[in-house]
């Protein structure tokens, strides 16, 4: 046994990146999870009074410290852990990790997930089909990741989330910037948006501290806010992330933006934001600026892009169905072990 108490196992992991944000998957390892769903599994994690944030002590979460911080992580380090799905109607379910905890939803995540069942052959691609479906039962629902093949290859893959819908607009905040109004989203996880000009700001690498700071500070000035809570579970309630956006010019499909994310504790995702997508585009179509066939084209930070639309056909009564596109790459494989001797035991975080 280790100092930290988890048991000296080998930890095997296929990494990706989705339009530059890490996805570490552990594919062997994982401890049992008493749950019957992945909601329930979920819960297991977070502990007796825990939060997404804030989770309770256990092997299981050591596991995630140990995958999530240096040495063998950062800070900035995103991963899933594979377990069964809640029906033989998805291929498999997964719980998202960050550096901070455990998230309800993961567009990037989903695509990544999506790209590695296609790989491994979990699920499999036919010669004679451009595009494979993979079903996955994630904390917030079930969420598919279509992959688009051609030649044998993947060339894309496209993320159709649960219902996402608009809960609040122009909720006042104040931060150190001055007082803003934001507008509120929920899309597998809630979401605030406003405009970077609007706390005098740019969406640029130059402005990262302050637009993480500022990102901090609205997610805790909208802790308890009603808007936040999900009206059917408690667990999937609370502001996940930020959304710090600026408007490009237009493209002949339909919208032009880019964001910053700022989630969790002030993590900062490097991609558009799969589920923040969503969340925007919920928003665009209740401003009436994005309509039946308009695309939005949403780049991160650092110059990725997701293209995103919503499926009117398949709304429900719960929300807009949207769809959200990008690309996924493996980056490399990690057998991770832990030293019964070293004293650094699950790393650390700076």
């Known amino acids: 046994m280790s100092p930290t108490g988890l048991r000296p196992t080998e930890i095997r992991t296929i990494d990706y990146h989705t339009a530059g944000e890490p996805f570490r998957i552990v594919s062997e390892g994982l401890p049992p999870l008493p749950g019957d769903t992945v909601a329930e599994r979920r819960a297991t994690l977070l502990g007796p009074g825990g939060s997404?944030?804030?989770?309770?002590?256990?092997?299981?979460?050591?596991?995630?410290?140990?995958?999530?911080?240096?040495?063998?992580?950062?800070?900035?380090?995103?991963?899933?852990?594979?377990?069964?799905?809640?029906?033989?109607g998805a291929h498999l379910g997964v719980l998202f990790w960050h550096k901070d905890g455990y998230s309800t939803a993961c567009g990037h995540g989903t695509m990544a997930l999506g790209v590695w069942a296609v790989d491994t052959g979990l699920v499999t691609a036919s010669a004679d089909r451009d595009d494979v479906q993979v079903r996955i039962d994630v904390p917030s629902g079930r969420v598919t990741a279509t992959v688009h093949r051609a030649a044998g290859r993947t060339t894309g893959v496209t993320f159709r989330n649960v219902p996402?819908?608009?809960?609040?607009?122009?909720?006042?905040?104040?931060?150190?910037?001055?007082?803003?109004?934001?507008?509120?989203?929920?899309?597998?996880?809630?979401?605030?948006?406003?405009?970077?000009?609007?706390?005098?700001l740019t969406v640029?690498?130059?402005?990262?501290?302050?637009?993480?700071?500022?990102g901090r500070e609205i997610r805790d000035a909208l802790a308890g806010h009603p808007a936040t809570?999900?009206?059917?579970?408690?667990?999937?309630?609370?502001?996940?992330?930020?959304?710090?956006?600026?408007?490009?010019?237009?493209?002949?499909?339909?919208?032009?933006?880019?964001?910053?994310?700022?989630?969790?504790?002030?993590?900062?995702?490097?991609?558009?934001?799969?589920?923040?997508t969503s969340a925007r585009l919920a928003l665009l179509a209740d401003e009436g600026r994005l309509g039946a066939g308009d695309v939005l084209t949403h780049e991160s930070v650092t110059g990725t892009v997701f293209t995103g639309r919503t499926v009117p056909a398949a709304t429900t009564e719960d929300g807009l169905v949207t769809e959200v596109t990008g690309t996924a790459h493996r980056t490399?494989?990690?057998?991770?072990?832990?030293?019964?001797?070293?004293?650094?035991?699950?790393g650390f975080a700076l």
């Open 52 to 88: 997404g944030t804030a989770p309770r002590p256990g092997a299981p979460d050591e596991l995630r410290r140990l995958l999530v911080r240096e040495p063998r992580g950062h800070a900035g380090m995103y991963g899933g852990f594979v377990v069964p799905p809640d029906d033989d």
């Open 332 to 346: 490399g494989e990690h057998r991770f072990l832990l030293d019964p001797d070293d004293a650094l035991g699950t």
């Open 204 to 214: 640029d690498r130059a402005a990262l501290p302050a637009l993480t700071r500022a």
């Open 229 to 276: 809570r999900h009206p059917g579970d408690p667990l999937l309630s609370g502001v996940y992330g930020v959304i710090l956006h600026e408007e490009l010019p237009d493209t002949p499909r339909g919208p032009h933006q880019r964001n910053v994310t700022v989630f969790a504790d002030g993590q900062i995702d490097r991609s558009p934001c799969g589920s923040g």
């Open 164 to 200: 996402a819908r608009v809960s609040a607009r122009k909720v006042p905040v104040t931060t150190s910037l001055g007082t803003v109004e934001v507008d509120l989203a929920h899309a597998g996880a809630c979401y605030a948006s406003l405009p970077a000009q609007a706390l005098g």
